[in-house]
């Protein structure tokens, strides 16, 4: 799972920007696609989500949770893109 994630990496995450899903505070760092689903322990897998969107998301596959907040993710996130594009097969156009 690529290894523990130094907590300075969940820091500047957390400070990267508002709730990738909804636009709200950020305030818990979410696994784009969730550990239990093969999602990695990685920069490359964490995003900023507020409390709200991280506790609905859980352990759902982007293909699984409310389309507007994924769709959100995805517009605001290439990390959230390109895990959408893998779960749902779609072509990215970017
Ligand atoms: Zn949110």
Same mark, same amino acid.
């Given at each position: 799972? /690529?290894? $523990? *994630? $130094?907590?300075?990496?969940?820091? !500047?995450? &957390?400070?990267?920007? $508002? ?10 760092? %979410?696994? *784009?696609? @969730? +550990?239990?689903?093969?999602?990695w322990?990685? !920069?490359?897998?964490?995003? $900023? /989500?507020? !409390? /709200?969107c991280? &506790?609905?998301? #859980?352990?759902k +596959? +982007? %293909? #699984?949770?409310? @389309?507007?907040? *994924? &769709?959100?993710?995805? +517009? /605001? ?5 390109? !895990?959408?594009? #893998?779960?749902?097969?779609?072509? &990215?156009?970017?």
């Amino acid at each position: 799972m /690529a290894g $523990p *994630v $130094p907590a300075q990496v969940y820091r !500047e995450i &957390l400070a990267s920007g $508002p709730c990738v899903y909804c636009g709200s505070a950020a305030e818990h760092v %979410d696994h *784009v696609r @969730p +550990l239990s689903q093969g999602g990695w322990e990685h !920069e490359s897998n964490l995003v $900023p /989500a507020c !409390e /709200a969107c991280n &506790l609905s998301k #859980r352990e759902k +596959l +982007l %293909d #699984r949770w409310v @389309p507007e907040r *994924v &769709l959100h993710g995805v +517009l /605001a996130s290439v990390k959230v893109a390109i !895990e959408y594009a #893998r779960v749902t097969g779609a072509e &990215l156009e970017m």
